[in-house]
T-cell receptor, first 118, second 109 residues
Framework: SAVISQKPSRDICQRGTSLTIQCQVD?????MFWYRQQPGQSLTLIAT?????????ESGFVIDKFPISRPNLTFSTLTVSNMSPEDSSIYLC???????????????FGPGTRLLVL | EDKVVQSPLSLVVHEGDTVTLNCSYE??????LLWYKQEKKAPTFLFML????IEKKSGRLSSILDKKELFSILNITATQTGDSAVYLC?????????FGQGTELSVKP
């Protein structure tokens, strides 16, 4: 299993500002994933962060709005730029892993960052 | 377009009831189907299903996958108030997860 921490756990921000969310994993991983969960909605993948290369963004998400850094195999940051109230969401970092039960492949999630934009 | 659809979207039951949650998927490059429980923030992993017809069990929870009909079910027997949560299913497609909308389960005492 993987232990993932995120900072900050929550924040309230003003419209037009930017927030950088940090994700730390307790082991080296090739890919790290960033998800968004808007109020009352399910999880949507924003991008996949690979160490040493540009992040791969899903349809509807762009680098200018959600720049991602991946300086090493245990750490990544996601910045939410020029925020608007529509960016109010929970942002979750995730990594692949295997479980203790027969080496099942799954994705583990960090505790999330709850963002409110006023 | 890849999609995962869950039903019902919400469900209210009483303690001791048995519930069945449904998940259907249309995903290219399908690898596996995962179930998660989300109570506050981070989803916690329940099951991963890869093969059809093989039931996975953990206590009062069980799940099975039908790759021919492209669906999975999650059963919870003898429900307890602590089972109240949003249950998410997700299809593992290549290197990423595609999530359904979730089923919000509320178990009343």
């Amino acid at each position: 299993s993987a232990v993932i921490s995120q900072k900050p756990s929550r924040d309230i921000c003003q419209r037009g500002t930017s927030l950088t969310i940090q994700c730390q994993v307790d082991s080296q991983v090739t890919m790290m994933f960033w998800y968004r969960q808007q109020p009352g909605q399910s999880l949507t993948l924003i991008a996949t962060a690979n160490q040493g290369s540009e992040a791969t963004y899903e349809s509807g998400f762009v680098i200018d709005k959600f720049p991602i850094s991946r300086p090493n195999l245990t750490f990544s940051t996601l910045t939410v730029s020029n925020m608007s109230p529509e960016d109010s969401s929970i942002y979750l970092c995730s990594v692949h892993g295997t479980t203790d039960r027969g080496l099942e492949e799954t994705q583990y999630f960090g505790p999330g960052t709850r963002l409110l934009v006023l | 377009e890849d999609k995962v659809v869950q039903s019902p979207l919400s469900l209210v039951v009483h303690e001791g009831d048995t519930v069945t949650l449904n998940c259907s998927y249309e995903v290219t490059n399908f690898r596996s189907l995962l179930w998660y429980k989300q109570e506050k923030k981070a989803p916690t992993f329940l099951f991963m299903l890869t093969s059809s017809g093989i039931e996975k069990k953990s206590g009062r929870l069980s799940s099975i996958l039908d790759k021919k009909e492209l669906f999975s079910i999650l059963n919870i027997t003898a429900t307890q108030t602590g089972d109240s949560a949003v249950y998410l299913c997700a299809a593992f497609e290549g290197g990423k997860l595609i999530f359904g909308q979730g089923t919000e389960l509320s178990v009343k005492p």
